[in-house]
């Protein structure tokens, strides 16, 4: 008797124990699933926190975004980051929830091709603040209905998951709108890859339609300056049936506002209309005039199956924000500044029975020096745990042989940087973080074809121009020739040695001109580049397979350019077949 009577003590003492904590204090002992694990990386995620959610207030209330990151070294390890952006402003209401509790959010709940989905993200900067500075967050914010904006001081209470508001004022802002957020973090500074930096660029380059000023705590400023107006378009959709799981849809039954069966299913979830949803109530041997509330535990699992089983239409592609080729290839002329361009958007995929796209775009040569390559999921750089990544994954699988380069590793020698990016209203991530796309087959077969698709354009252009390099060779021997014996013709023909020596150059020159038809004629991508109206891309790349002529004097760079656009409007004036 005794020993169950300490046995119980025991287990009362026990469960003495136990507690309920808030989210809040579970990121707080676990800050590395946010992705602070690092000072190093805690810089670049605070940065990245900011300026995604600045992109996406601008895109939701259609605005071209104008943002300023600066970052101010203070005392040791110590940076203020600050990020400004000319968005609509923050219910002035709602700031404190926004970033001084977890959770909370406009996204969550939604399935809509923006970057932040969790509500995480700004509070997730807030207690990192607090944690390693003991700095509240300052928001000052202005929405365009009122004259004066709001300044709040603010730290999170973590046993709560809730704001602590240190301090709140109005204050004048010149700016109709907008918003300013300032953060005092332990971080590192670097420079090269996974650096603010880097991140910086990447996102001017997957965010063409925005203006970015970035100033690093060493003083320097970049400018990227917008190349498009097009704002991206952002639409919302409803969860496809094929996307959620049993004890999800038993959740929606129990929350449902709707009266019926019917109701509940054509206004809850896409791609089911009235007719779809009468025969899935049929096979689950359901009255649709039913209230879902009155359902037991059999027919819910009974109605799940039948709508898992049903022959459903994809949620449409409208809805997901891509680029677009004409666009990737743009801004990778604007950012990195290659030779030659390709790029190629996929047809929709399913993962789930959600869709989602696939854009790849590969630049070589320029300024490009070395292979890299860029992730992007929904608009966003992915510059940690590429290991762990699909596009990772799918690069892997590619046999770079088959298409003419050489190996080293894994991976190319050849100058060339390759984009991929994934987009979706819901993409799987392998962490809250957001750091890398999981790696499921629907998704890695995807991308892969899609490098596959870029590269045989790739591969076709930089073959036609080996072929083409024996034109340098042809063109240095010519002039070579030609300047040898200028000498014995003038004395020959008794004409002035200037004169032989411009007729030697004319002559030269005519067979550059027929050489430049051919390259019209043969070279695809030269010919699609004229077709689609790009004539000043046609001639850059036409000048780079040419670069030898103007190496070897036999002409400027501009005698060069100005030969090649005389060739391409006499071809279009004539209605020439070269182009056919």
Known sequence: ???????????????????????????????????????????????????????????????????KVEIDKLENDVYKITVEDNGPGIPYENVPEIFGSFLFGSKFHRFISTRGKQGIGASAVTLYSQLTTKEPVEIITKMKDKEKGIKYKIKIDVKTNSPIILEKEEVEMKKESGTIVKAKI???????????????RLTALINPHANITYKNPDGEKFVYKRIINDIPELKEVKPHPYGIELGYFDRLIRETKEKTLLNFLTRTFSSVGQNTAIEILKKAKLDPDMDPKNLNDDQIIKLYNALQNAKLRAIPSKYIVTLGRDIILKSMENILKPEYMAATKRKPALYRGIPFIVEVGIAYGGEITEFQYYRFANRVPLLYKPGEDAITHALKEINWKHYGFEVEGEFPKDPMAILVHVASVWLPFTSESKEAIAPYDEIVREIE????????????????????????????????????????????????????????????????????????????????????????????????????????????????????????????????????
């Open 449 to 580: 074809l899609g490098i596959k698709n870029a590269l045989r354009e790739l591969s076709i252009y930089i073959k036609k121009k080996k072929a083409l390099e024996t034109i340098g060779d042809k063109y240095k021997n010519l002039y070579g020739y030609g300047l040898e014996v200028i000498d014995s013709l003038s004395s020959i023909l008794d004409i002035e040695k200037e004169k032989v020596e411009g007729r030697v150059k004319e002559r030269i020159k005519k067979e550059l001109v027929n050489d430049i038809y051919e390259i019209l004629k043969s070279v695809r991508e030269v010919k699609n580049l004229l077709k689609e109206g790009k004539d000043d891309r046609a001639v850059t790349l036409i000048k780079n397979m040419l670069k030898d002529t103007v190496k070897i004097n036999l002409l400027s760079e501009k005698e060069l350019e100005d030969m090649i656009v005389e060739v391409i409007n006499d071809v279009k004036k004539n209605k020439l077949s070269l182009l056919s």
């Open 186 to 200: 332990i971080g590192q500074y670097i420079k090269g890859k996974q650096s603010v930096d880097e991140y910086i």
């Open 1 to 67: 008797m005794k020993e169950k009577i300490k046995q119980n003590i025991q287990e009362a003492e026990l469960y003495k124990k136990f507690k309920r904590i808030s989210v809040a204090e579970f990121f707080e002992r676990n800050r590395h699933l946010l992705g602070f694990d690092s000072p190093r990386k805690a810089l670049l995620i605070a940065v990245k926190e900011y300026v995604d959610n600045s992109l996406d207030a601008c895109e939701e209330y259609k605005i071209l975004p104008d943002i």
